[in-house]
């Protein structure tokens, strides 16, 4: 009978060995419970300090979501493809897909928002400015440079800047960078939202509204650069023709005043001379002025860039910096003295050689 019973083979636990592994294992843990409640203590206490001594302030979310609605207007499946990432070449327009994601946060337009000059309480003062005094870059970036404390741009125009004010702004465009999000909203929608977090709320606000005009801004120059290009040389036609067309009025009035005392045929030849030179060059003169303001109406008649679906909060969403530290060190707590009750019961279970 005991031939035929199987034998179960050494590398195979048992239910009975699983069953004492698991005693063994409680039996570890009661008998160490100091150490599994002492050590994740004092990772908690640490996790704690540490959420005390590097307190982060809260921050304000300002988020605007919009759809483009710009691009080629002769090509709008091919921008939304683009958009969307189909297609098999890549869209050399640089506000549609990703590129557009790039030209946003790209350091022209960057530049170009800092230097604007924003409405604050009534009062008018550089964006730049108001981002020195309100975002926290004193006290996390420039609290062992005393100089830069106290620093403030005196002029809008990059090209005028002094070596110093150049490496501040390109300072600011790369921690604005940093802090300005944009993406799609959903893989299904091409709805996009732009959104930052700074410590100061008018601050978050006047960002992100301002960045989104001076990316139209830049759009409208570039889309309608050979329209306003042709624009002003029809307006600098119009104003010599202006120029010419005031001399020749103002010598026909001098010729009219002298025909009128001299009998000669030639004084009275020379006014109507000029009479049908001032008519010719007034023709001439409406004729431009007509073509300028239907080149203006042109430019008012572009497409815009986007479309705004929702526009910033008020007030804005605060992110309050959750105590993380501390649940961290619980758990690495736990976790050590996990390892600790584990080779300290495998050190104890190891017998001790006798002396010989």
């Known amino acids: 009978m005991s031939q035929n019973t199987p034998q179960v083979p050494d590398d195979q636990l048992t239910p009975r060995d699983v069953i004492e592994k698991f005693i063994d294992i409680k039996n570890a843990l009661v008998k160490n419970w100091k150490a599994l409640i002492i050590i994740p203590l004092i990772g908690f206490g640490i996790g704690y300090a540490l959420d005390l001594y590097l307190k982060v302030p809260n921050k304000y979310e300002a988020e605007v979501v919009f759809n483009l609605g710009g691009g080629s207007q002769s090509s709008s499946f091919g921008d939304m493809a683009g958009l969307l990432g189909l297609g098999n070449a890549p869209d050399a327009n640089i506000f549609t897909g990703e ?18 000059e924003v409405d604050l309480h009534g009062k008018k003062i550089l964006l730049a400015n108001f981002y020195i005094d309100s975002s926290g870059i004193k006290e996390d970036d420039w609290k062992d440079n005393p100089e830069r404390l106290k620093f403030h741009f005196t002029e809008r125009n990059p090209e005028k800047f002094t070596r110093e004010a150049r490496i501040v702004l390109n300072e600011l465009v790369t921690r604005t960078a940093s802090e300005t999000d944009i993406a799609t909203l959903d893989r299904k929608s091409s709805f996009i939202a732009l959104s930052t977090q700074m410590e100061n709320e008018n601050l978050a606000g006047l960002w992100v509204t301002h960045l989104l005009e001076t990316v139209e801004e830049m759009y409208t120059e570039n889309q309608t650069q050979k329209t306003r290009k042709t624009l002003r040389l ?113 050190f104890s279970s190891v017998p001790k050689k006798e002396n010989i």
Not at 107 to 115: A, G, I, K
């Open 99 to 116: 590129n557009f994601f790039y030209f946003v946060k790209s350091r022209p337009v960057l530049e170009r928002n800092l230097m604007k």
């Open 234 to 346: 029809l307006q600098g036609r119009a104003d010599s023709l202006a120029r010419v067309l005031g001399k020749t009025e103002h010598q026909l009035a001098r010729q009219m005043d002298y025909s009128e005392q001299i009998i000669y045929p030639e004084a009275k030849i020379a006014t109507n001379s000029t009479e049908r030179k001032s008519s010719f060059l007034q023709t001439l003169y409406y004729e431009a002025m007509s073509s300028v303001e239907k080149m203006r109406v042109s430019l008012v008649r572009e497409a815009p860039l986007f479309t705004k679906i929702e526009d910033i909060k008020v007030p804005l969403d605060v992110k309050a910096e959750s105590k993380t530290r501390a649940k961290i060190g619980v758990l690495a707590g736990i976790m050590i003295a996990l390892v600790f009750i584990y080779f300290k019961t495998v």
